[in-house]
């Protein structure tokens, strides 16, 4: 293959692989992915945010076999655009442990306070989750919950393509067992509103965050992330909405401890 560069002519040798190579490699790859999951795995998190992959992270080092489910087509949730698009965030001592662990660079703003380029936040973290063993779904959302009366608990997810809602569409799903599911979906807590909806006397309500104020709503967030009924976990914002609790914007303090407080419940009662 030749190509000009500043007018002047280079070559290079790239492989030859056919097409069919392509898609075969990618099929067998996934679908054997696939077929593991579907077997029962320990750990399923709705929602690639912050706290879904801080979750994730610490699961899975812990040797748990975890799953991030994501609607969208790529991981980060309010983490890229920082602040209105201003690609910064803030964190708060004892959170601030926790980007340094997965190598996130920090600027001392003062004591205990700390401002982070999104960018290497979102990568930190998301390369912490791969290469602890964390698999990821795409574009795919879950669905509905499975669950079990007698005792009352969440056994598993039930998932779709985003396209199919996107669309409208009508197409029955398939399921994944688990011992964990968490709800990281954010703002709108879509996992607890289903159980809210279809789980026979599932005790709570989602409420809905309240307004801004942040330190109130960081502090009171990672109090209450965790097992709301056996099996169906809650983590960042998603928590603020099921007990009602007020926002807090572009800092991630709460979202960090939090996501490890839910993994750390997890692990000792699975390990």
């Not at 983590?235 to 603020?240: E, F, K, N, V």
Request: aromatic fraction near 8%; charge should be neutral; proline fraction near 6%.
């Amino acid at each position: 293959m030749h190509y000009f560069l500043f007018g002047v002519s280079m070559s290079i040798n790239i492989v030859e692989v056919p097409e069919q190579e392509i898609t075969l490699a990618i099929l067998e790859e996934a679908f054997e992915m696939l077929k593991e999951l579907a077997k029962g795995i320990d750990v399923i998190i709705a929602g690639a945010g912050p706290s879904g992959l801080v979750c994730a992270y610490y699961c899975a080092k812990a040797g748990l076999k975890t799953l991030v489910i994501e609607k969208l087509l790529h991981p980060g949730g309010g983490i890229p655009p920082g602040g209105m698009g201003f690609p910064r965030g803030i964190v708060a001592s004892p959170a601030d442990e926790i980007l340094r662990e997965i190598e996130c660079k920090l600027r001392k703003i003062r004591e205990g306070v700390y401002i982070f380029k999104t960018a290497d936040m979102f990568a930190s973290l998301l390369k912490a989750a791969t290469s602890a063993g964390v698999e990821f779904l795409f574009g795919i959302y879950v669905e509905d919950l499975i669950y079990r009366e007698k005792p009352l608990r969440v056994t598993g997810a039930v998932i779709n393509w985003t396209a199919n809602l996107l669309s409208g569409l009508h197409m029955d799903p398939l399921m994944i067992p688990s011992k964990a599911v968490v709800d990281a979906t954010g703002h709108d807590a879509e996992l607890l509103r289903i159980a809210q909806e279809r789980i026979p006397n599932f005790p709570f309500k989602v409420k809905g965050h309240k307004g801004m104020c942040a330190y109130e709503g960081e502090k009171l967030v990672v109090e209450k992330s965790g097992e709301v009924i056996p099996g169906l976990y809650v983590t960042g914002m998603a928590t603020a909405s099921l007990y009602g609790l007020p926002r807090m914007g572009p800092i991630f303090s709460s979202m960090l401890l939090s996501g490890k407080k839910v993994a750390d419940e997890i692990i000792r009662k699975l390990k």
